[in-house]
């Protein structure tokens, strides 16, 4: 009898979710439908989820009238250098973890006290900070804010919390120096919190809208999510085109996440964090 309420409780669980799923799924299906359908069909009642007259016309506008290659291009350059940050991130972490050194408890908690600080609070002073060295409306002033995060310094200090001091005093014994055991020895056995902290890296650069929207004035520094709101303003009416901006925003994020989704619950499981 409880097998069968069990099984009974599995299915009903496993329904729920799949009937959720296909509810959360329609927007998107809608969207990507619509982003490959002539603009005359695009309104058509009753709507059809496939297209009729199936075009690639709104991409074809999207990176030849309204210079989202030059968008995507920076945007790619942007999630390029923020994972350069990742090292960093890593050898604070790594610093944190596993070396003594003067005042170590009293910074580590003003790193963690910097998460109570909404962002937005210190957007001003750090774009006079940017403007007065000169990188406003640079690639280099949209990056190097978010180059360190005192989120992903506490996922790394709790990851090598759990890396074995004798794995690190072998290295040292074989003659390594601090740094050669970093990159040789740690880092190697870092795979699944690298893999999140890029995954995360990855996902707030390409998604970043309102500080690439403070710091960039001209238009060939814009980003993706900054010329989706300006193609909004544009082309209010032609949806086929706005949903093309949408798929070329959401794929490559939903794409990198379906590929890298077991490593983000390993990551989050090795950290610490349940």
Known sequence: MSNTRSRLARAT?????????VLFSVPFLWMLSGSVKP???VLDIPPTLWPRDFTWDNYT???????FGVYLVNTLLVVALSLVGLLLRAMAGYGFAKFDFPAKGPI?????????????VTMIPTYLILNQLG????????????????FSVFLFRQFFSTVPNE????????????????????LPVSGPILAIQALLTFIASWN?????????????????????????????????????????????ILVVFVLCQRYVVRGFMMSGLK
């Open 13 to 21: 669980v496993a329904t729920v979710l799949l009937v959720g799923a």
């Open 39 to 41: 603009e005359s069909e």
């Open 61 to 67: 506008q999207l990176f030849d009238s309204l210079d």
């Open 108 to 120: 580590y908690v003003v790193v963690l006290a910097t998460m109570m600080i909404p962002d937005q």
């Open 135 to 150: 990188l406003t409306n640079t690639l280099t002033g949209i990056v190097l804010p978010g180059l360190v995060s005192a």
């Open 167 to 186: 794995l690190l005093e072998a290295g040292r014994l074989d003659g390594a120096g601090e740094i050669r055991v970093f990159l040789r020895v740690v």
């Open 208 to 252: 970043s809208f309102l500080w690439p929207l403070i710091v960039a004035t001209d238009q060939d520094k814009y980003t993706l999510s900054v010329g989706l709101a300006l193609l909004e303003g544009q082309y209010s009416s032609n949806y086929g085109v706005l949903m093309a901006g949408a798929a070329v925003m959401v794929l490559p």
